[in-house]
């Protein structure tokens, strides 16, 4: 119901900071959300499915490492084209984004910068078409906000490594062909492997039963002496250096992303508001509407302009992992704050899957923990401004 008459929120006319290519391929993404996410995604979520039948169309239009060079099947844009492509996806709907910034950000980008020449030309032309799927596997039972402190292992045994442990929460684990595993190697140096899908003793159970991002698949990595060819170690990175280069390249596009849900529910609610009648008024004359639907174009104005300035920085390779640390931290709890007031201006009805607000509400409760908790994005500024690091 909200695609029809969609009407993307710029108080500030930021549309004027974009080039013409990348108000084009917003265009494209947001028309395909429209026609391809918009009508299936509450059934989806209801149904606890993934919708497998979009991952060949977003290859199609370049979703998959849309930032990596075309010589290696990539789209060859640029970071603010990135963003945007993010922001209309998680209009659409968190899981989509996240399947697609893991694809990108989690999996093509390591190959791409820490990988040898045969491992991009074997993974990535794949992986940029949906033909292959990715996961990341960084974070373990026992091992979420302080990864360094991971017990999975790579054991050298000559011609092969042998990778023992479990990696927990990882999205697209049960769909993924490969993931990319970061592991601890015999001298207790963080480094990553490319694990493929049918190795010995390598399975990726679904979790089941959650409440939100429904329409992912989230699992686990298990490895029980899986033998990992030597050729499939990514020999450019080690230690966590490895990960976090790929987790902020991630966290910028979440900064954008989560523009896209608020946008979303604002919009949504702006609507219902000039619509629906009590007292005899539309509900969006009484002054405590007004507060909310103010603070909320608001917040999302500060956000645009924030994702803007990232994506310049970006996009002149300026942006520190601190600067996308505040931006990821600062724009989800935005969106948490957005869905939440703009469900409570659709009453009744908005806890109902006929409006977006409960389903991003439920999808950001995950998206304020992955990639780093708000608080440990908190204390990262804390760490960067202080130059004391409060969570070791
Ligand atoms: C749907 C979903 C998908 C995910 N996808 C992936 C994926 O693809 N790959 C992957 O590797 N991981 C993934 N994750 C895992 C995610 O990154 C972790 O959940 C996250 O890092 C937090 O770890 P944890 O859940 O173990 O929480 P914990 O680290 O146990 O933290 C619990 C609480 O303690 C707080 N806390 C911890 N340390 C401190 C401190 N020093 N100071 C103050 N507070 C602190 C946290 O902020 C949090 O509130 C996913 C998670 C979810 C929910």
Not at 75 to 93: K, N, P, W
Not at 245 to 257: D, E, F, K, P, V
Not at 304 to 327: K, Y
């Amino acid at each position: 119901m909200t695609a029809k008459n969609y009407r993307s929120p710029d108080y500030y006319l930021t549309d004027e900071l974009f080039n013409d290519e990348q108000i084009m391929v917003r265009g494209a993404i947001r028309d395909w959300v429209n026609v391809s996410v918009i009508p299936i995604i509450d059934e989806a979520n209801q149904k606890h499915e993934f919708p497998k039948h979009l991952v060949k169309e977003l290859g199609e239009l370049g979703v998959f490492g849309p930032f990596i060079p075309q010589e290696y099947g990539g789209a060859g844009m640029d970071q603010m084209s990135y963003g945007l492509i993010m922001q209309e996806l998680e209009r659409g709907d968190s899981a989509i984004r996240s399947m697609a910034s893991v694809q990108s950000s989690l999996v093509m980008y390591p190959i791409y910068k820490f990988g040898t020449e045969e491992q991009r030309m074997k993974y990535l032309p794949k992986l940029a078409t949906g033909e292959m799927m990715g996961a990341f596997g960084l974070t373990e039972p026992d091992h979420g906000s302080d990864p360094g402190s991971m017990i999975t292992r790579i054991t050298d045994k000559g011609d092969h490594y042998l990778l023992n442990g479990a990696k927990m929460w990882i999205t697209n684990a049960p769909i993924a062909d490969i993931s990319v595993v970061w592991a601890k190697d015999d001298q207790g140096i963080v480094r990553g492997v490319i694990a493929e899908k049918g190795m010995k003793g390598f399975t990726a159970p679904e979790i089941l039963r959650k409440w939100s991002l429904r329409a992912s698949q989230t699992g686990e990595l298990v490895f029980d002496n899986v033998k990992i060819p030597k050729e499939n170690l990514l020999p450019d990175v080690k230690g966590l250096k490895g990960p976090l280069t790929c987790l902020s390249s991630a966290r910028y596009g979440i900064a954008w992303g989560v523009i896209g849900a608020a946008m979303d529910c604002y919009d949504t609610a702006l609507k219902y508001s000039l619509e629906r009648k009590q007292f005899k008024k539309p509900i969006a004359s009484f002054q405590l509407t007004q507060k909310k639907l103010a603070e909320m174009i608001t917040e999302i104005t500060k956000a645009q302009l924030l994702a803007w300035r990232l994506g310049t920085l970006q996009n002149e390779d300026r942006a520190t992992p601190a600067q996308i640390s505040l931006a990821k931290r600062n724009n989800v709890q935005m969106a948490v704050n957005i869905a939440r007031e703009s469900r409570q201006i659709l009453g009744a009805t908005g806890i109902t899957g006929d409006f977006p607000m409960m389903r991003h509400m439920m999808n950001l409760e995950s998206v304020i923990t992955y990639e780093g908790t708000h608080e440990i994005h908190l204390l990262i500024t804390g760490h960067d401004i202080t130059e004391i690091a409060a969570f070791d």
